[in-house]
């Protein structure tokens, strides 16, 4: 079972990322799948959750306000974030999690069943 994220890197105030997630090991379409993100010396941040295909929701963070959106390819076994508009703050390590319910995903109380290796965004000018 593995998760692996890809597509970070260094983006200018402003600027755009979509980031991908892997899934292998497991069919993704029976979990929910979601991203949190952290930095050196904060509390991990939940960013967004999409719900497995029995309720097809999605979730978001008060921080994200419009600016990500959520998606996931069930046939390919692939979760996306798209990041518009961002800011030198949302600069911090990005991971991907699956777990049967988003909770654990948003909640940094919990640990999901699943995480991958992170990727490193940077928001710099």
């Known amino acids: 079972v593995q998760l692996q994220a890809s597509g970070g890197g260094l983006v200018q105030p402003g600027g755009s990322l979509t980031l991908s997630c892997e899934a292998s090991g497991f069919a993704l379409e029976d979990y929910a799948i979601g991203w949190f993100r952290q930095s050196p010396g904060k509390e991990r941040e939940g960013i967004s959750c999409?719900?497995?295909?029995?309720?097809?929701?999605?979730y978001y963070g008060d921080f994200v306000k419009g600016r990500f959106t959520v998606s996931r390819d069930n046939a390919r076994n692939r979760a996306y974030l798209r990041m518009n508009n961002l800011r030198p703050e949302d600069t911090a390590v990005y991971y991907c999690?699956?777990?049967?319910?988003?909770?654990?995903?948003?909640?940094?109380?919990?640990?999901?069943?699943?995480r991958g290796r992170g990727t490193q965004v940077t928001v710099s000018s």
């Open positions: 999690a699956a777990d049967w319910i988003c909770n654990p995903i948003l909640n940094a109380k919990y640990s999901p069943d699943y």
């Open positions: 999409a719900s497995s295909k029995r309720d097809g929701a999605t």
